[in-house]
């Protein structure tokens, strides 16, 4: 028992995070998203809703942290508009819902006060993008009549890369990926990534969307990089804030955008590749 103690704290030191309290969240998490999707799609939106709704909050209050005070319940009406508009008129209604959110949002901060109008629109803007205009290629890969075929793709393919890098980065990670951005990346973690991710987008669009092995290994492929990007991006916003994590809300990861920025980059490349295999291939 004290050596299995004694490899926990290893890891957990090498990680940067407690494992036992990740793997207990991660499982809730994909408890209620496979069962939200499962039992009613307008559970599935209500639950992306709650989560978009604390990642803007969260990034609100990041940014006040770094000197710039955004009204939050100004970011999350912009970005309910955004996702019920995506929900309800799917690509069109997001793009028709992007063009208008976005000049009535920093119409509204004009209003609300004149100083640093540049930084707090500029801000306002990208902190709408972010979780709520990304976001929402999660609602439309799960408003389809494949929907929980489509999520169980996006989210198979993150859990392959990001586990395997994971464990791959914790065991034999040597070599830095980003060190001044994310120290505990390493090449070797993203290695093992991109091979767990291709071999798993291998099997699902064989089995699942009966394509050739070449175009599940290709997505894998492609996930390795959005998944890693949107990492990265994250990293660097908190490095630039000179906060660790974007809060507490969640035991093992940190904050609600901890957990969600892999899913924020890679879901527009996902479902822009399942559009194409269904229209193609």
């Known amino acids: ?53 604390l990642g803007v909050r969260e990034l609100a209050q990041a940014y ?7 009204p939050a319940y100004v970011l999350m009406i912009a970005a309910t508009v955004l996702l019920v508009a995506t929900w309800n ?23 609300i006060s004149q100083k640093d ?11 709408t993008f972010y979780p709520a ?17 489509r999520i169980f793709t996006l989210v198979a393919l993150i859990a392959c ?23 505990k990346k390493s090449w070797e973690g993203l290695i093992g990534g991109a091979i767990a991710v291709i071999i798993g987008g291998s099997f699902i669009f064989h089995y699942l969307y009966e394509t050739t092995w070449v175009v599940g290994a290709s997505i894998g492929l492609m996930t390795v990089v959005t998944a890693t990007c949107g990492d990265l991006i994250e990293s660097a916003i908190k490095r630039d804030l000179a906060i660790k994590d974007m809060s507490n809300l969640l035991p093992g990861h940190g904050g609600i955008m901890d957990r969600l920025d892999s899913a924020l980059f890679t879901a527009p490349a ?12």
């Open 270 to 281: 996902v479902w822009f590749a399942l559009e194409l295999i269904t229209r193609y291939l």
């Open 64 to 70: 006040r942290t770094g000197g710039i005070d955004l």
């Open 161 to 183: 890369n990001d586990t395997f890098a994971y464990f791959a980065g914790v065991l034999i990670g040597k070599h830095k990926m980003a060190p001044s951005i994310s120290p």
């Open 133 to 149: 205009f990304l976001g929402g290629f999660i609602l439309l890969l799960a408003n389809h009549p494949d929907g929980p075929k």
């Open 89 to 111: 008129g799917k690509t069109q209604g997001l793009a028709v819902a992007t063009g208008l959110t976005f000049p009535i949002l920093m119409f509204t901060l004009l209003l």
């Open 117 to 127: 109008f540049i930084k707090r629109s500029t801000s306002a803007v990208f902190i």
């Open 1 to 53: 028992m004290a050596d299995l103690h004694a490899i926990n704290d290893a890891i957990n030191k090498r990680a940067g995070r407690k494992l036992l309290p990740s793997i207990l969240v991660s499982l809730f998490l994909l408890g209620l998203i496979f069962g939200s999707i499962t039992a009613a799609p307008l559970l599935f939106f209500a639950l992306i809703w709650v989560v978009i709704m």
